[in-house]
């Protein structure tokens, strides 16, 4: 049977799909099964961050992440997704995908693998330790992008030192912006009360400089803390920089970042640079491994607890 076809088995992709990371936890996607027989994923426009955000690139790349989710979830169902990206832009812009299915076909012990871990990975904004990821795992990391058409580049000590510099300067810049401080503070802060759940999860205040961690605002009785000495970074890229290309970035970084959880390794965001970028509407230009779609920070961090989702109703279109 389909997985679509039931109002049980679509409510499972509809709570599968949600757990995605998004930009600022905005969760900006929807989806609707079709007669039972396909399903679409589509953005929802009222989730989108009209100041940061105006390319909708990070829409994009949160639309990717739930969509890989929800390749996962039709795989551990006993199917193949069978996925057409951007299918009929022309008459409606906000689909971004439309998912069919194949003959039954069992998952492979890794797809289980990646699936069981969904609702446990978690964004980390907390200090990792400083033992150094291993290489064996980082190539695990790499080859996940790669499945996805992306490419995960590790950065070197001095490359790393470098950007985070970059970062500092973007978010210099931003704090400067009134509109995008007002587009921040309404998500990670009063936008999650506003809709009846508990607040953004915050991460402590960094007393480094420069900082490896975003600071989101007010962090209770925490006072600034100090990260590790040589963070990992890592930019995710792709071959272009247009939807397309933002929709496999999403399934990229959703497939690593699960594959980070199986090896107990955590991630968190440094995308101030990106969100400059996109304000000012301005494509990434073209490097020799491609456009950054994402900065992160991977290490191994302490436990967390999770972001709060959309309730799975909400999630249908």
């Not at 033992?131 to 795992?137: A, C, I, S």
């Not at 090896?263 to 073209?286: E, K, T, W, Y």
Request: aromatic share 6%.
């Amino acid at each position: 049977m389909s997985p679509f076809a039931t109002e049980r088995a679509f409510h499972r992709l509809l709570t599968v799909a949600g757990q995605a990371p998004s930009v600022l936890n905005t969760q900006p996607w929807r989806l609707e099964a079709i007669r039972g027989e396909f399903a679409e994923l589509l953005a929802d426009p009222d989730r989108r961050l009209r100041v940061s955000d105006p390319r909708g690139r990070s829409l994009h790349v949160s639309c990717g992440a739930a969509l890989f989710n929800l390749r996962l979830a039709v795989r551990t169902a006993g199917h193949r997704p069978l996925v057409w990206l951007l299918p009929n832009t022309a008459e409606e812009p906000r689909l971004l995908a439309a998912v069919r299915v194949s003959t039954y076909r069992p998952a492979s012990a890794r797809t289980r693998e990646l699936y069981d871990r969904i609702g446990l990975r978690r964004t980390n904004r907390e200090p990792f330790g400083e033992r150094r990821v291993p290489e064996q795992v980082l190539a695990d990391l790499r080859h996940a992008a790669s499945c996805e058409g992306a490419c995960l580049v590790l950065l070197g000590r001095h490359a790393a030192s470098d950007l985070l510099e970059y970062v500092a300067i973007a978010d210099d810049e931003l704090a400067k912006d009134g509109d995008y401080q007002a587009e921040l503070r309404a998500w990670t802060m009063s936008g999650n009360r506003r809709e009846g759940l508990p607040s953004y999860v915050q991460g402590p205040g960094c007393a480094d400089d420069p900082a490896p961690v975003r600071d989101f605002g007010p962090h209770g009785e925490r006072g600034p803390v100090h990260f590790e000495a040589l963070p990992q970074l890592a930019v995710l890229t792709t071959a272009g920089d247009g939807p397309l290309d933002w929709l496999r970035a999403g399934q990229a970084l959703q497939r690593l970042l699960l594959t980070a959880t199986v090896h107990g390794i955590s991630a968190s965001f440094l995308n101030q640079p990106l969100d400059l970028r996109d304000m000012r509407r301005r494509s990434d230009p073209h490097h020799r491994r491609g456009h950054i779609q994402m900065i992160m920070r991977l290490g191994y961090g302490p436990a967390v607890p999770r972001a709060p989702r959309r309730p799975a109703a909400e999630l249908r279109e």
